[in-house]
């Protein structure tokens, strides 16, 4: 059973977080097979396991309940175009109708000039989904004074919503022991992308532990 706290609880924890794990040096260029597979320890967690370790913040100054995965698997790592110091999904669940909306959230490390991205695309089935995102920053832009031509690094959220029939098709391609992941594409004002992947998994997880928190609501 989940129980709640009035700030914040995890669930348990299956994993150690690395959430100040130290930005990585960035390639001038991401290999494209970074997104080709998931990492291995993320690809091994199962739905049960996502579910049983997301982190609720019940907040009562707040309207929404959140859910989160962003503690489950917390690690840096490579994707086409950036490096993602996170990738996760939440939940919120409002209080007052107890509707559910989903969003997927990356914080992005990557060389300047700052970009400003316009959309995401993935394919939910065979249809090519294009939808807008939303920008926030995770950290200042800093330069890096050794450097002969003094490069930048920035830091942004990008955060988008996904439908519970989407989230429940990305739910439905989970397959034990697979490392496929969801593909998803960031464009930028210029076209240029940054192309990232779910785990599956995640999203079965997720879901599985708000109809439980429903459930208990009810």
């Known amino acids: 059973m989940i129980t709640r706290s009035r700030r914040r609880q995890r669930i348990s924890r299956i994993c150690t977080p690395f959430a100040g794990a130290a930005f990585a040096c960035l390639a001038a260029a991401v290999p494209a097979h970074a997104v080709e597979e998931l990492p291995q ?10 579910a049983d370790s997301v982190e609720v913040i019940d907040d009562l100054l707040e309207p929404d309940l959140v859910v989160s995965t962003q503690d489950v698997y917390s690690k840096s790592r490579s994707l086409d175009g950036a490096r993602a110091q996170d990738v996760y999904i939440l939940a919120r669940i409002a209080r007052s109708e107890g509707d559910v ?20 695309q993935f394919l939910d ?25 003094g490069e930048c690094r920035v830091f942004q959220t990008l955060s988008f919503e996904l439908s519970a029939e989407e989230m429940r098709r990305l739910s439905e391609s989970y397959a034990a022991g697979s490392r496929e992941p969801w593909r ?23 879901m599985q532990a708000v109809l439980q928190l429903r459930k208990e609501a009810s």
Do not use: N
Request: proline share 4%.
């Open 41 to 50: 320890k993320l690809a091994a967690l199962s739905p049960a396991e996502f």
């Open 125 to 149: 089935g065979s249809d090519l989904v294009l939808r807008d995102v939303a920008i926030g920053e995770t950290g200042q832009e800093y330069c890096d004074v050794d450097t002969a031509i």
């Open 184 to 206: 998803l594409r960031f464009k930028d004002e210029h076209g240029q992308d940054v192309t990232s992947g779910l785990a599956p998994a995640e999203a079965s997880g997720l």
């Open 101 to 120: 909306s989903y969003h997927v959230v990356h914080d992005l490390a990557y060389w300047a000039p700052r970009r400003s991205f316009t959309h995401v």
